[in-house]
């Protein structure tokens, strides 16, 4: 089955810098791959996916970067706020299951 | 418009006992999966419903067991309850079941303790 690991387990950094987090999957089937922000307590919310037949994306402050080639993909965040602070879960699924890497705790520092 | 909603909330049994979590999915979602988060881990996926029927199933022992009904809503269940079995159950719904993986919604979870 699928083996998604991610790095590092936790990550502070300055408002205002930049935060990234990678991750590496097993399964070469695997097409999708989404990331998650999980508050305190709350649901994970999806913040942006990517396919496999795209290398990179972008949404405002937040690029997701896929090599398929090197099964692995990054988060990353820019001009970090202090409500960027959260757990990120990357995932990576094929046709009908999804498989989450462990989490990165991120704190922002003001 | 409601999102992906979760029953109930909190829930305490015992050992040995049996227990039914249940999930409406979003608007307009036909597809139901559902995952186990253990306190500090990622979620770790137990099953896919898409047309009342199981389609992918992760590595869970036959004790999890679920159910899909013809408005999309879905049960699981946990037969023989071990105290391994204390988590956060989060039921996720997305859209387009034919078009394999689509961006999936989670609902709040129910968290279930054994004792």
């Known amino acids: 089955g699928e083996n998604v690991e991610q790095h590092p387990s936790t990550l502070s950094v300055q408002e205002g810098d930049s935060a990234v987090i990678k991750c590496t999957y097993s399964?070469?089937?695997?097409?999708?791959f989404p990331w998650y922000k999980q508050e305190l307590g709350k649901r994970p919310q999806l913040i942006i996916d990517?396919?496999?037949?795209?290398g990179e994306k972008k949404d405002q402050r937040i690029a997701v970067t896929l090599n398929k080639t090197a099964k692995h993909f990054s988060l990353h965040i820019t001009e970090t706020q202090p409500e960027d602070s959260a757990v990120y879960f990357c995932?990576?699924?094929?046709?009908?299951?999804?498989?989450f890497g462990t989490g990165t705790r991120l704190t922002v520092i003001p | 418009d409601a999102g992906v909603t979760q029953s109930p909330t909190h829930l305490i049994k015992t050992r040995g006992q049996q227990v039914t979590l249940r999930c409406s999915p979003k608007?307009?979602?036909?597809?139901v999966s559902w995952y186990q988060q253990a306190l500090g881990q990622g979620p770790q996926f137990i099953f896919q419903?898409?047309?009342?029927?199981?389609?992918q199933r992760g590595n869970f022992p036959d004790r999890f067991s679920g159910h899909q009904f013809p408005n999309y809503s879905s049960e699981l269940n946990v037969n023989a309850l071990l105290l391994g079995d204390s988590a956060l159950y989060l039921c996720?719904?997305?859209?387009?079941?034919?078009?394999?993986?689509?961006?999936?919604?989670f609902g709040d979870g129910t968290r279930l303790s054994i004792l």
């Open positions: 996720a719904s997305s859209p387009g079941g034919v078009l394999g993986n689509q961006p999936q919604h």
């Open positions: 399964d070469s089937a695997s097409n999708y």
């Open positions: 990517i396919r496999s037949n795209v």
């Open positions: 995932a990576a699924g094929g046709a009908n299951n999804l498989f």
């Open positions: 608007s307009g979602h036909d597809t």
């Open positions: 419903y898409y047309e009342e029927e199981e389609r």
